[in-house]
């Protein structure tokens, strides 16, 4: 069976990483396995970079994405939202034109819904692993709340304006490639549900298949060996926070302090803070911004490596995974696997690996007394933290063993490839749009800012011109400079003046009456 799996890269973020362990264990059983990215082939067996040199269109619409999305956003989330366009063709790719079954993973900025429209002109199953919302909404990977994607997303509540209606334009656009015509994988059942109430995918064929994890790279390993390399002590109780981004609002990194300022408070754990006994250890792209600022802490930055990341988790007592909305995190099973029980909100795909009571806690969402309880549940007997950990590392080997991954989505795809062979390709459904162009709004609010393709003539004289007007502006701002700076002289010269004869006239004043009279 030749299997070609899709994602914008193979390195950076959760989604690459599941999808890269996917293609791992797929590879390992089925040796006709490839995986594309655009980016970061990172010399990984049977993976392939289909990228190129950045196209006058991916330029245009990064000043888009910049000018109209990243420039107005509100409040409501800071979480990555995406035009993911234009995409590109990977038609031509023999391992694309071969393969008897596409699965498409984390594919912004990579496949836009024209591409993968043309994928389905192929007459071949395409299969979407979701790992956030992104494939079912009009741009945001996280709706935070909104439910419009259940309908038709317009007025976006994480924009503060969309003037061209960009949103209701991209989510149209997938209704008209893709909606009912691919098969959907969610890792977690709660992603499934969502995908159920979309409007996209409500009438698609939608599996529940969880994220594997090779258990051999995550495996408990000795803490007093793991916490030796960090300089943290044996009998500590260490909390672990981590996440790819800790600056994401969503992730619920400004929970963190108030979890730490609540425990520093507690009378029976005085002792413990004072004597550094209670800490709490970070890794992730920019923890600094969530420190707490109360309980000793160590920050690790970004891991990627799996012993790496193994020895982290083993360090550490518990996992805090506080995140409002989440697939199946990477962290929570990468923990468990380590043997390292979770404390999770009772929220997204957490409360399918966390068993309360069982494999860890779970704690209704930002609740800080029951965060406490749980917590002081654990640093008061060690014993039974030890067995959360304990049985979370047999929950993994149970349910969530790359290899039974393996083998599920290997019975899916020998289905949908049987099925396949009696249905003619579909042909596109973009209301005759072309396939390889993106939606000619957008084309024509690109037109607006980006000048046509240059030749190289135009190009040399362009960036001549260029730097003449930078010369000249760096002129006017020299002037301005000098004006502003002789100004300042002048009003510092004119202050001292003021105060020296304010001065001179009060000590006047003061020999004046002093002497008076005599």
Same mark, same amino acid.
Request: glycine residues 6%; neutral net charge; charged residues 25%.
């Given at each position: 069976?030749?299997?070609?799996?899709?994602?914008?890269?193979?390195?950076?973020?959760?989604?690459?990483?599941?999808?890269?362990?996917?293609?791992?264990?797929?590879?390992?059983?089925?040796?006709?396995?490839?995986?594309?990215?655009?980016?970061?082939?990172?010399?990984?067996?049977?993976?392939?970079?289909?990228?190129?040199?950045?196209?006058?269109?991916?330029?245009?619409?990064?000043?888009?994405?910049?000018?109209?999305?990243?420039?107005?956003?509100?409040?409501?989330?800071?979480?990555?939202?995406?035009?993911?366009?234009?995409?590109?063709?990977?038609?031509?790719?023999?391992?694309?034109?071969?393969?008897?079954?596409?699965?498409?993973?984390?594919?912004?900025?990579?496949?836009?819904?024209?591409?993968?429209?043309?994928?389905?002109?192929?007459?071949?199953?395409?299969?979407?692993?979701?790992?956030?919302?992104?494939?079912?909404?009009?741009?945001?990977?996280?709706?935070?709340?909104?439910?419009?994607?259940?309908?038709?997303?317009?007025?976006?509540?994480?924009?503060?304006?969309?003037?061209?209606?960009?949103?209701?334009?991209?989510?149209?656009?997938?209704?008209?490639?893709?909606?009912?015509?691919?098969?959907?994988?969610?890792?977690?059942?709660?992603?499934?549900?969502?995908?159920?109430?979309?409007?996209?995918?409500?009438?698609?064929?939608?599996?529940?298949?969880?994220?594997?994890?090779?258990?051999?790279?995550?495996?408990?390993?000795?803490?007093?060996?793991?916490?030796?390399?960090?300089?943290?002590?044996?009998?500590?109780?260490?909390?672990?926070?981590?996440?790819?981004?800790?600056?994401?609002?969503?992730?619920?990194?400004?929970?963190?302090?108030?979890?730490?300022?609540?425990?520093?408070?507690?009378?029976?754990?005085?002792?413990?803070?004072?004597?550094?006994?209670?800490?709490?250890?970070?890794?992730?792209?920019?923890?600094?911004?969530?420190?707490?600022?109360?309980?000793?802490?160590?920050?690790?930055?970004?891991?990627?490596?799996?012993?790496?990341?193994?020895?982290?988790?083993? *360090? !550490?007592?518990?996992? =805090?995974?506080?995140? #409002?909305? $989440?697939?199946? &995190?990477?962290?929570? /099973?990468?923990?468990? %696997?380590?043997?390292?029980?979770?404390?999770?909100?009772?929220?997204?795909?957490?409360?399918?690996?966390?068993?309360?009571?069982?494999?860890?806690?779970?704690?209704?969402?930002?609740?800080?007394?029951?965060?406490?309880?749980?917590?002081?549940?654990?640093?008061?007997?060690?014993?039974?933290?030890?067995?959360?950990?304990?049985?979370?590392?047999?929950?993994?080997?149970?349910?969530?063993?790359?290899?039974?991954?393996?083998?599920?989505?290997?019975?899916?795809?020998?289905?949908?490839?049987?099925?396949?062979?009696?249905?003619? *390709? !579909?042909?596109?459904? =973009?209301?005759?749009? #072309?396939? $390889?162009?993106? &939606?000619?709004?957008? /084309?024509?609010?690109? %037109?607006?800012?980006?000048?046509?393709?240059?030749?190289?003539?135009?190009?040399?004289?362009?960036?001549?011109?260029?730097?003449?007007?930078?010369?000249?502006?760096?002129?006017?701002?020299?002037?301005?400079?000098?004006?502003?700076?002789?100004?300042?002289?002048?009003?510092?010269?004119?202050?001292?003046?003021?105060?020296?004869?304010?001065?001179?006239?009060?000590?006047?004043?003061?020999?004046?009456?002093?002497?008076?009279?005599?």
């Amino acid at each position: 069976m030749k299997i070609a799996i899709f994602n914008t890269d193979a390195a950076r973020g959760g989604a690459a990483r599941s999808a890269l362990r996917l293609h791992r264990a797929l590879l390992a059983v089925n040796p006709e396995t490839t995986m594309l990215v655009r980016r970061e082939s990172n010399s990984e067996p049977g993976v392939l970079e289909c990228g190129s040199e950045p196209s006058s269109e991916d330029v245009a619409f990064s000043l888009v994405q910049d000018c109209f999305v990243n420039a107005h956003r509100t409040t409501a989330t800071n979480t990555i939202f995406s035009l993911g366009l234009p995409g590109m063709s990977c038609l031509a790719n023999p391992a694309v034109s071969d393969a008897d079954v596409f699965n498409l993973h984390w594919v912004t900025n990579f496949l836009a819904p024209s591409q993968i429209a043309e994928l389905l002109t192929l007459g071949k199953p395409v299969v979407w692993t979701l790992h956030d919302q992104w494939p079912m909404t009009g741009g945001c990977h996280y709706p935070a709340g909104c439910r419009q994607f259940t309908s038709l997303c317009r007025d976006c509540p994480q924009l503060t304006e969309d003037p061209f209606g960009m949103v209701e334009m991209l989510f149209q656009q997938r209704l008209g490639a893709y909606a009912d015509r691919i098969t959907i994988v969610a890792p977690s059942k709660w992603m499934a549900n969502e995908a159920r109430q979309s409007r996209v995918f409500r009438n698609s064929r939608i599996e529940a298949i969880p994220n594997g994890l090779d258990l051999k790279s995550f495996a408990p390993m000795s803490r007093s060996l793991a916490r030796a390399p960090l300089g943290i002590p044996e009998d500590a109780f260490v909390m672990l926070f981590a996440c790819s981004s800790a600056a994401e609002s969503r992730k619920g990194g400004d929970f963190l302090k108030e979890i730490a300022d609540a425990l520093g408070r507690v009378p029976e754990l005085k002792s413990m803070h004072r004597s550094g006994k209670l800490r709490l250890l970070l890794f992730g792209w920019g923890t600094g911004d969530v420190s707490t600022g109360i309980l000793p802490e160590k920050h690790m930055g970004f891991l990627s490596g799996d012993s790496d990341l193994a020895s982290v988790y083993s *360090a !550490a007592d518990v996992l =805090l995974h506080l995140a #409002s909305e $989440d697939n199946l &995190p990477n962290t929570v /099973l990468e923990a468990m %696997a380590c043997g390292t029980p979770v404390l999770a909100f009772d929220a997204g795909g957490a409360r399918e690996m966390v068993i309360d009571g069982e494999t860890g806690r779970l704690v209704p969402l930002r609740n800080l007394d029951a965060c406490v309880s749980a917590l002081r549940d654990m640093i008061d007997n060690r014993d039974y933290c030890a067995a959360l950990g304990n049985r979370s590392r047999k929950r993994m080997e149970e349910h969530f063993n790359a290899d039974i991954e393996a083998r599920r989505y290997l019975r899916l795809f020998e289905e949908l490839i049987q099925a396949s062979t009696a249905r003619p *390709a !579909a042909t596109s459904a =973009l209301n005759g749009q #072309s396939l $390889d162009r993106p &939606p000619e709004r957008l /084309l024509d609010l690109i %037109a607006r800012y980006v000048a046509p393709p240059l030749t190289q003539k135009q190009r040399w004289d362009a960036e001549k011109q260029w730097l003449e007007d930078q010369k000249q502006a760096l002129e006017t701002e020299r002037q301005l400079l000098r004006t502003q700076l002789s100004q300042a002289q002048r009003n510092i010269a004119y202050k001292i003046a003021r105060s020296l004869k304010k001065t001179l006239e009060g000590a006047k004043n003061f020999l004046k009456n002093r002497f008076k009279g005599n």
